[in-house]
């Protein structure tokens, strides 16, 4: 089989050329094949991302570089087959969002740009919120030939600031259909004895606070139109402790709380609310470092990580709860984890 940059880590792992000098580069990196064991399922390219700048670009144009010059009738096969990328592919639904409003936090990169262009590519009117104006710049102007009604909206703003999230609102114009509280950031794996006031304060502040407040400012909008629907991203460490840090996890144990209290609060006023618990997801979320205690406790249970997904994996699963066909669920807490949670 001929394999690029679309072919898996599993598929080059397991070819006797790709596999020989896969193994040599992540030698050159002091690492061995069987760290790539939760990958296998991912593109190779999404390598890039995933190690949050450790491997370059040009790491993959070596590697690919250096199997074509091994195998040469392979990769001419490759040519020929115009290297089309394997497995699972994004299927638009045209007009599934069509004159709605969703707003989308963290949209400037990783899963929340992945729902807002999702979103906007099914004919929605996309509030795009992130921290970073540049990288919201960025995602407006590659989402081009949108369906007609559909837009991006772009806000830079805080959302763990009251001004900022009235801001958001008030670029939706009134009308909100749903919304995704994507934007989080990690913790550096950190016990509760060793984590300072300043990484406990920042991790609740935007994963949970920030949350919070957004929601507060928009179920009044809600309520109004009797209809809504609003989608928290929570994460696997908001269902077992053994993911991530103590702040990280008690902030996503806590974004489970207020999806089930907004769920049994808003039931009967037509707000439904739920949420997605992603698993490992190649986005190269940064994180600010590795806890002396904590973060040697943890690893060994990240071996447990059964597949790492895409950005575009998981915005399939939050824009089905997001769109009107998620209409009898209400308080549902999905575990989109590649089977993570049944081990």
Known sequence: MALTVHSTVGEWLDHPVGGRILAG?????????ETLSPARGLPLEQLVALSGGKLPAEALDALTAA???????????ADADNEQPTGWVEQITPGRFAGQTVIVTGAAAGIGRAVASRVAREGGRVVAADLSGDKLGELVA???????????????????????????????GGRIDALA????????MSAIHEVDDALWERVLRVNLE????????????????????????????????????????????AVVGLTRSSAVMYAKRGIRTNAVAPGGVATGIPVPGQAEFGAPVLRPHQVNILSLATAEELAASITFLLS???????????????GWSAV
Not at 27 to 33: D, H, I, K, L, S
Not at 152 to 172: C, E, F, H, M, Y
Not at 181 to 188: C, H, L, P, Y
Not at 216 to 232: D, S
Request: charged share 20%; net charge negative; proline share 4%.
């Open 324 to 338: 009107r066909d998620s209409v009898n669920l209400n308080g549902a807490v999905i575990a989109s984890d590649g």
């Open 181 to 188: 509280n994507v934007a989080g950031i990690m913790d550096d």
């Open 67 to 77: 199997y074509r010059a091994a195998a040469p009738d392979e990769a001419a096969e």
């Open 25 to 33: 580069l992540l030698a050159q990196g002091g690492t061995t094949p």
């Open 142 to 172: 590659a989402l081009t030939d949108l369906p007609a009604g559909a837009e991006v909206v772009p806000v830079a703003g805080d959302i763990s600031d009251q001004a900022d999230v009235a801001r958001i609102v008030l670029a939706a």
């Open 210 to 253: 920030g949350t919070m407040r957004l929601t507060r400012a928009v179920v009044p909008h809600m309520l109004e139109a009797r209809e809504g629907r609003i989608v928290n991203v929570a994460s696997e460490a908001g269902l077992r402790g053994s993911a991530a840090g103590v702040a990280y996890t008690a902030s996503k144990h």
